[in-house]
C-alpha cells in the first residue's frame, strides 16, 4: 500500500469516526435533555456550593455540625409521618447565632411544643445563591421527600449571587453528564465556618469603614435609575422558577422567605450610605427589590413572606441585626422564626 493510499484511509477514518462522535453527542443531548424535561435529573445541575459548606462535624460555637456539614442535627430519611420542611439559603439560613438561637431550629421547636409534628431541616451554606439553592434541591435535598421548601431570599446579595459566569459545560447535557462523573473523584472537605467558642450578641463582625463599604458596593439595586439590576433580577427569578416548577411535579409546597437587608430597616445607616455615594433624592427606593421580587412571585403564583414591613417596624423597639454584621441577631432570628411559623401555618397538618 502507498504512501498516499494510507493517508487517505487515515483521513477516512477519521473523518467516520468524527462524524460517529457528534451523532453520537446530538443524540445523547437530545435523550438527555427530553429525559430530562419530564424527569428532572440531578446529574444537570452543578455542585459547586460544596466549596462554601460546612466541614463535617466542625464546631460551630457550641454545636458541631452534622455529618454532611449543615447546621443541624442528623437529617433522617425515613419521613416518621411528620410535615418535613427544608430550609434553604445562604448564611441567613445558616445563622452566625448558635444553633439553638437560628430561626429555623426555632421554627421546628415552636411547632413541636404546640404538639404539631414538624421537622425543619437546616440546608443552608454561607456564600450561596439561588442557581446553588436550585442545585443543592437537585442534588441533595429533594432525597428527603419534603413537604415543603422554605427558601430564604436575602436581599442584600441573592440578586448579586444570581449572577455570576455560568460554568461553560453546565450549556450541555451530555458535557454536564461527563463533569459529573468526573465530580465523583473529587472530595470536598468543607471548611470551619465559626469555630468552637462563645457566641457574643453585641460584638460587631466587621469595622465601621469594611461594613459601610460593603453596603456601598451592593446597594445599587436600590436605584431607580442604574439598569444594571435588570439582568441580576431575571437571573434569580429564573432559578425561583426552576425550583416552583421541580416542586409542583413532586407535589412539593414552595415558599420564599424575603429577607431585608439592614440598610433597608436601619436609617442612620441608610443616611450614611447615601451621603458617601451623593445620592441624589428620588433616585432611590428602599423597597424596590422586595417590590419587584414580590411582584413577580405573586404573578407566578408562588407563596411568599416579604419580613420587611414586620422587621421595619419592630427595629424601632429593638435591634434585630448584629453589629456591623448584616445577619440577624438572637432577638432577630426569634423574631423571624414567629413571623414565618404564622404564615406557613395553615400548611402544616396537626
Known sequence: MSTKQLAAKIVHATRSAIIILVISFLLGEFIFRVYNSFNPLFIFYDNSYN???????????DFKLNSQGFKDVEFPRQNNQKYRILGVGDSFAYGIVPYKNNYLTLLESQFQEESINVEVFN?????????EYLSLLMREGFEYHPDMVLLSFYIGNDFIDSYKSRKWYTYSYVASFIHYILALQRKYE???IHGKGIYCDDCPNLDEAAYLEMEKERS?????????????FDAAVDSLKQIQDICKKRGIQFVVVIIPDEIQINSLLQTE???????????WNITLPNERLAKKLKDMGVDHLDLYPYFMKEAQAKQLYRPQDTHWNIAGNQFAANLIQNHIRNYVKP
Do not use: C, H, N
Not at 220 to 232: C, G, H, N
Open 123 to 131: 440546608m443552608g451554606i454561607p456564600s450561596i445563591g439561588p442557581k
Open 190 to 192: 468543607g471548611r470551619i
Open 220 to 232: 445599587f439595586i436600590f436605584s431607580t435609575e442604574i439598569t444594571d439590576f435588570v439582568p441580576m
Open 273 to 283: 450610605v447615601k451621603k458617601q455615594l451623593l445620592v441624589q433624592e428620588g433616585t
Open 51 to 61: 466549596r462554601f459548606r460546612g466541614k463535617p462535624f466542625a464546631d460551630d460555637w
